[in-house]
């Protein structure tokens, strides 16, 4: 029973077209459906659910993540992304078919000296100039070769990941062709893995997916758009749809003030309503005066601090509001991108910040 209205409203129909939209975007090749943290905050179980049948595969953060994909159902591939942090993972890898990433020395090591039920597929990462994880281009050949003559080891692929794809940048070219010089000059590997969401559309890192190309799309497969160069992709279907409804409604004189601070006061008089989210269910604290919502099918704007359980919101002259009203925070009408800018975050940060205690619905 939920006695609060607040609620994330999840829809598995818009996860499952746009993965098709992701699908004839990439012309080719694999899609890897990324359904780490908790698929992005709508639920790792309705993620699972929806992307089952229109994906190659599915990527988890890590083991306990990844596990709880099993425990859905899935049984196709699925990635670790973080791989394995000690030896004793493999085993559980071996029996969950699960295929980790090996992005440094200590995972390789833990690879060649474990005595596996099963060899794995790995997944092997090459740093091509995030400089977060993975092997150099030196190092690369050897790992592989050690992978290549390990009873442990049932495939490679070798991936690698775009620091900047989301926008205009020299490293985009230039990571995507150290990539493909790499894959052409490494040898030992089955298949390889470059792009994410963002380097999916990017002019700048885009290719032609071929057969053996996975691309790892997390964001688009949630209807948004990663991306801050490329336009609008109307397309996109946004999956999750935040909302929340009106607890209460207050007249304000001009320079009358609200909420914490008195960070925002009326410049004439003004209808401010009051919405039952706040900072603990994930809506962003460091969201401005200004931040986009929508009421009764008009665009609004916040008004105030957000604080713990609530935001305030000027209604002024919209017609007939009412206590109980829903508010979109974001989803098909409020780009969550839009209101990432006006906190100075990302869509991703938003959509995986939804809190525990907002039920998600499924609808
Ligand atoms: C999370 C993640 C992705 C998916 O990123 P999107 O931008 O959501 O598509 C792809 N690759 C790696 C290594 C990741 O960690």
């Known amino acids: 029973m939920h006695y609060r209205q607040t609620r994330a409203e999840i829809s598995p129909a818009t996860i499952q077209h746009n993965a098709k939209w992701v699908r004839h975007t990439m012309a080719g090749g694999k899609l890897l459906g990324v359904v780490k943290a908790d698929g992005y905050g709508h639920g790792v179980g309705p993620a699972v659910q929806a992307l089952e049948s229109h994906v190659d595969g599915m990527a988890a953060g890590f083991m306990e993540e990844a596990l709880a994909v099993r425990e859905c159902g899935y049984t196709g591939p699925l990635v670790i992304l973080e791989g394995c942090f000690s030896s004793s993972e493999l085993a559980i890898c071996a029996q969950n078919n699960l295929s980790p ?28 100039g995030m400089h977060r994880l993975g092997w150099s281009e030196e190092q690369a050949q050897q790992a592989l070769k050690r992978l290549n003559v390990s009873n442990n080891v049932a495939g490679v692929t070798l991936m690698s990941h775009l620091a900047n794809a989301d926008a205009k940048h020299s490293l985009n070219a230039q990571q995507k062709q150290q990539f493909c010089q790499l894959s052409g000059a490494l040898k030992g590997y089955q298949a390889r893995s470059f792009h994410n969401s963002a380097g999916l559309l990017n002019p700048d890192t885009r290719w032609s997916l071929q057969e053996n190309d996975w691309a790892r799309a997390g964001l688009l497969l949630y209807g948004v758009n990663p991306s801050v160069i490329t336009e609008v992709q109307p397309e996109l279907q946004p999956s999750m749809r935040l909302v929340a409804p009106v607890i209460a409604l207050h007249q304000l004189e001009k320079g009358e003030s609200v909420g914490y601070a008195s960070a925002w006061s009326a410049e004439r008089p003004t209808v401010i309503a009051t919405v039952a989210m706040g900072y603990a269910d994930g809506y962003p604290r460091q969201a401005k005066n200004g931040t986009p919502a929508m009421i009764r099918g008009k665009r609004v704007t916040l008004a105030g601090r957000v604080s713990m359980d609530m935001l305030t919101i ?26 990432a800018a006006c906190a100075d975050t990302i869509s991703w940060h938003l959509l995986t910040g939804v809190s525990g205690r907002v039920p998600r619905v499924i609808v």
């Open 101 to 128: 990433v090996v992005h440094c020395e200590q995972q390789l090591h833990d690879i060649e000296k474990s005595a596996l039920s099963k060899p794995l597929w790995v997944w092997l990462k090459v740093d091509t």
């Open 314 to 339: 000027d209604v002024t002259g919209i017609d007939d509001v009412q206590l109980g009203d829903d508010v979109e925070l974001w989803g098909p009408n409020i780009d969550v991108r839009q209101v």
